[in-house]
């Protein structure tokens, strides 16, 4: 399995970030995986963002929930993240990774991250 991330490089403040991961040797609808994004800021350790699973339910980080949309393109194998009113503490590198829940969440295959800095 690999993912791939792709998205713009620089943000401006209060304007909406837009990343896509576009999954290959492998489906998004396999069951009983979900797929999320990470993320991690300059300095700091890992921050989780959001995922959608399988069936396309989803969830997100309480502290991120209120402007931030995960969604899924089956019939492409990818999914986005959309977050709004980006500040520049959203500047990180962010990745999309693999999961699955045998008892506590397990991550098996990542993207390599792509840098994504909020300035104006």
């Known amino acids: 399995v690999q993912l791939q991330e792709s998205g713009p490089g620089l943000v401006k403040p209060s304007q909406i970030l837009s990343l896509t991961c576009t999954i290959s040797?492998?489906?998004?609808?396999?069951?009983?995986?979900?797929w999320n994004w990470i993320r991690q800021p300059p300095g700091k350790g890992l921050e989780w963002i959001a995922r959608i699973t399988y069936s396309g339910s989803t969830s997100y980080s309480p502290s991120l929930n209120s402007r931030t949309s995960i969604s899924r393109d089956t019939s492409n194998n990818r999914f986005t993240l959309l977050m709004s009113s980006v500040t520049p503490e959203d500047t990180a590198v962010y990745y999309c990774?693999?999961?699955?829940?045998?008892?506590?969440?397990?991550?098996?295959?990542w993207g390599q991250g792509t840098q994504v800095t909020v300035s104006s």
């Open positions: 040797g492998g489906s998004i609808t396999t069951n009983y995986y979900s």
């Open positions: 990774a693999r999961s699955y829940n045998l008892g506590a969440w397990s991550y098996d295959y």
